[in-house]
């Protein structure tokens, strides 16, 4: 079992930046990789990013290349996504997830992960 809670979420003015992180606990954090989902109000979670488990492999969505980065500390148990120039659209609610380390065709699909956080609230203001 993985414990993930997730921390940092709030209400940003478009333009500004946010940072959100992701705190795990039980099995060897180094296992897994780790990704960031967001859900927002009647839509389906839909992928962000996904970091692989020492950190040399990074993976975002079109939507937020080269305005997110994700990082991870393998000494702390945590991954965090640092998010700027934010949007009102990624106004969500903020997952992240633990998952098998290999990389496989369906990274971005919510079934690979087995692991998942409670989540964080991220609201952007327009």
Known sequence: QVQLVE????????GGS??????????TFN????????????KEREFVSR???YGGSTYYTDSVKGRFTISRDNAKNTVDLQMNSLKPEDTA???CAAGPPLL?????????YAYWGQGTQVTVSS
């Open 93 to 95: 609610v903020y997952y």
């Open 7 to 14: 921390s940092g979420g709030g209400l940003v003015q478009t």
């Open 51 to 53: 970091i692989s488990q």
């Open 104 to 112: 496989t065709g369906n990274y971005y699909e919510p079934t690979r």
């Open 31 to 42: 296992n897994y990789a780790m990704a960031w989902f967001r859900q927002a109000p009647g």
């Open 18 to 27: 946010l940072r959100v992180s992701c705190a795990a606990s039980g099995r």
